[in-house]
């Protein structure tokens, strides 16, 4: 019974430490802002669609990427790793939130990259030529025939235009931009780095639904009133505590890595070295 009963209590610790991680690194982020701003642009549903398919993505390759990890190297390296990683990120926290000094001017200085970002890749898919696919003609079904266009692109040009013309097609240029902007918000992120911490020394399967449910609710959250959330909540205060809370899960993984490591060393037994002799 107690057997069952801590199992089940190391799952819930997994699942809230996965979920609280997504939350205070994705809330006024980046990836947040892409979907707040697209969502006051275009149907919600499809902003959300496109943005939480590709986290849902991006968080199995993460947690997949982080379960291989121990195969490679022993777990007890991983939890190191782990651990210097969750620190070195909360002390980069707690200088970025130091350094803040309004937090409304941060977010509305990177609204603005954002809007930026999102107004170029409205304007279309860019073509060696210059040339370009207007997201409206895109919506419309039309595209313009490669006759008329002047120079010839290259063979990769061609293969990427062609694949995000048939998902433009197939699934809406909305979806398909909000998923694309969302993907290369997020790789590499502070977020995506530490779920795959967090699958190289937990269950995969816990880390994957802890992260998933954080991302849905960050997303779900963005498109819904997105900007006047990142207008009310304050990202210094966020960025504190998410500093707070990565220094905790690297204290604790420290200390799990220490704790493995004594189990492991061979402690000599007195009553051997007597029985012995």
Not at 9 to 20: E, M, V
Not at 108 to 136: Q, T, Y
Not at 216 to 236: E, P, Q
Not at 241 to 267: K, N, W
Request: net charge negative; with cysteine.
């Amino acid at each position: 019974m107690s057997t069952s009963s801590d199992g089940s209590g190391d799952s819930t610790a997994i699942l809230l430490r996965s979920f609280a991680t997504i939350i205070f690194s994705e809330v006024g982020d980046k990836t947040f802002l892409i979907a707040a701003i697209l969502a006051m642009r275009h149907p919600r549903l499809l902003v959300f669609a496109g943005a939480f398919g590709s986290l849902l993505l991006m968080s199995l390759l993460s947690a997949a990427m982080g379960h291989i990890l121990p195969s490679l190297i022993p777990k007890t390296w991983t939890q190191l790793a782990a651990g210097v990683l969750f620190l070195a990120f909360g002390c980069k926290m707690i200088a970025e939130g130091r350094a803040m000094t309004n937090s409304s001017t941060k977010i509305n200085e990177e609204m603005r990259e954002v809007e930026e970002e999102i107004e170029n890749d409205e304007a279309g898919v860019e073509r060696l030529d210059g040339h370009s696919i207007p997201l409206e003609r895109m919506e419309e079904g039309q595209v313009p025939s490669p006759a008329s266009d002047a120079g010839k692109p290259t063979k990769k040009s061609n293969l990427t235009e062609g694949m995000r013309n048939f998902c433009n097609l197939l699934l809406g240029p909305v979806f398909v931009q909000a998923f694309i902007l969302t993907f290369l918000g997020e790789w590499g992120d502070r977020s995506q780095i530490a779920t795959i911490a967090l699958g190289a020394t937990h269950s995969v399967y816990l880390v994957t639904l802890g992260t998933v449910i954080g991302h849905s609710a960050c997303t779900a959250l963005a498109v819904i009133g997105g900007r006047y959330v990142s207008s009310k909540i304050s990202v210094k205060h966020v960025t504190l505590g998410g500093a707070v809370l990565f220094l905790i899960f690297g204290v604790i993984y420290l200390y799990e890595s220490l704790a493995a490591s004594a189990d492991e060393l061979p402690i000599p037994v007195a009553s051997d070295s007597i029985a012995g002799s």
